[in-house]
T-cell receptor, first 116, second 113 residues
Framework: DTAVSQTPKYLVTQMGNDKSIKCEQN?????MYWYKQDSKKFLKIMFS???????INETVPNRFSPKSPDKAHLNLHINSLELGDSAVYFC???????????????FGPGTRLTVL | AQSVTQLDSQVPVFEEAPVELRCNYS??????LFWYVQYPNQGLQLLLK??????LVKGINGFEAEFNKSQTSFHLRKPSVHISDTAEYFC???????????FGTGTRLTIIP
């Protein structure tokens, strides 16, 4: 059983297009995250949602819009894609609410986005 | 705010030899420390973590790490590596009330047969 799943696994698209990446977790967790891993393997958090409420919004262009229809899903929509958006995007989830005792984050397999 | 430094971007090691992957962090508050492993074309998997208590923590696959507060380090070690340990290893830190993980730039461990 997949704990944190992402679709699609690979996404190749042209500059200027709009695309979405979906994330689902079946762990019953309250908090979900999006991370970006660039070509140099550097990982940086983009967003965090707790029970459908936005908690973290790092310095990310507003072309990126996360959407959480329920606490098991956190989708990432990207408008007007640019070359620099090419990266691997990881979804993660953790139990419990923000500010509570440590909760391990479980990562999805990643979505490799290539913008041509 | 926290930061993590992994000075070694690549570490080649002969099979069955010991390895140490270095991690130093910077923070104005107390932190939790983590090592994650990323196998080729896969997501991240937690290897081990330091939350409190004993400074020597053991993780999966025979890895261990030691928290050294005075040196602000959390180096990862394994006494004898295997081919299957070939992967990217990330050190990460978070504040005690902050679930945001700050990652280092990663160390690629390559095992030489």
């Amino acid at each position: 059983d997949t704990a944190v799943s992402q679709t699609p696994k690979y996404l190749v698209t042209q500059m200027g297009n709009d695309k979405s990446i979906k994330c689902e977790q079946n762990l019953g967790h309250d908090t979900m995250y999006w991370y970006k891993q660039d070509s140099k393997k550097f990982l940086k958090i983009m967003f965090s949602y707790n029970n459908k409420e936005l908690i973290i919004n790092e310095t990310v262009p507003n072309r990126f819009s996360p959407k959480s229809p329920d606490k098991a899903h956190l989708n990432l929509h990207i408008n007007s894609l640019e070359l620099g958006d090419s990266a691997v995007y990881f979804c993660a989830s953790s139990q419990g609410g923000w500010g509570q005792k440590y909760n391990e984050q479980f990562f999805g397999p990643g979505t490799r986005l290539t913008v041509l | 705010a926290q930061s993590v430094t992994q000075l070694d971007s690549q570490v080649p090691v002969f099979e069955e030899a010991p390895v140490e992957l270095r991690c130093n962090y910077s923070s104005s508050v107390s932190v939790y420390l983590f090592w994650y492993v990323q196998y080729p074309n896969q997501g991240l998997q937690l290897l081990l973590k330091y939350l409190s208590g004993s400074t020597l923590v053991k993780g999966i696959n025979g890895f261990e790490a030691e928290f050294n507060k005075s040196q602000t380090s959390f180096h990862l070690r394994k006494p004898s590596v295997h081919i299957s340990d070939t992967a990217e290893y990330f050190c990460a830190v978070s504040g005690l009330l902050d679930e945001k993980l700050t990652f280092g730039t990663g160390t690629r461990l390559t095992i030489i047969p």
